[in-house]
Antibody, heavy 116, light 110 residues
């Protein structure tokens, strides 16, 4: 059974940093592209970033490019999202997700709140 | 890249059909057959219902079907059931390693 478990969410100050983690199980992690998708309270889904399965290629939405860094440790089956220079409009539930062109599995999400 | 356009809401009685549109551009929906649809119940993560325009993952009822014409994709839910009441989002590969989601549609079962 595929499982994706996010952690690391919480309260951060504007301009601050936060690191999200996603522990994956139930599939060959290194074979799959992994994405982060976020959803602001009461709003729609927004794709944030993707990292290829077996290469260092990473891509970002314009809204986070230069501030967020996606990475993975295939030996630990773990996906990360390093978030710097956080802004109020980064407040959202962040989902760890398997895939890119379509996403077939989603985690339960972790809430990030940016506020002073 | 701009979000794909969906109607904010639609509704139908049990047993009826509803169709949700998803309008993009020649940069995304019109060029790529990587349109997918997701169902999201309140407080839950999204669930993949359709991928590559019209393919259903295992376990998704055949009451759910997808299609595309030009820059507009559509999701049809036939034989509407109470558990189909949810938010639905489309998404499309937008080229240049970018994924774009739709604005979302709330489906109400009357």
């Amino acid at each position: 059974e595929v499982q994706l478990l996010e952690s690391g969410g919480g309260l951060a100050q504007p301009g601050g940093s936060l690191r999200l983690s996603c522990a994956a199980s139930g599939f060959i992690f290194s074979d799959e592209a992994m994405s982060w998708v976020r959803q602001a309270p009461g709003k729609g889904l927004e794709w944030v970033s993707v990292i290829r399965g077996d290469s260092p290629d990473t891509f970002y939405s314009d809204s986070v490019n230069g501030r967020f860094t996606i990475s993975r440790d295939n030996s630990k089956n773990t996906l990360y999202l390093e978030m710097d220079s956080l802004r109020a409009d980064d407040t959202a539930v962040y989902y760890c997700a398997r895939g890119f062109r379509w996403i077939d599995y989603w985690g339960q999400g972790t809430l990030v709140t940016v506020s002073s | 890249q701009s979000a794909l356009t969906q109607p904010p809401s639609t509704s139908g009685s049990p047993g009826q059909s509803v169709t949700i549109s998803c309008t993009g551009s020649s940069s995304d929906v019109g060029t790529y057959d990587y349109v997918s649809w997701y169902q999201q119940h309140p407080g839950k993560p999204p669930k993949l219902m359709i991928y590559e325009v019209s393919k259903r993952p295992p376990g998704v009822p055949d009451r759910f079907s997808g299609s595309k014409s030009g820059n507009t994709a559509s999701l049809t839910v036939s034989g509407l059931q109470a558990e189909d009441e949810a938010d639905y989002y489309c998404s499309s590969y937008g080229g240049r390693n970018n994924l774009v989601f739709g604005t979302g549609t709330k489906v109400t079962v009357l």
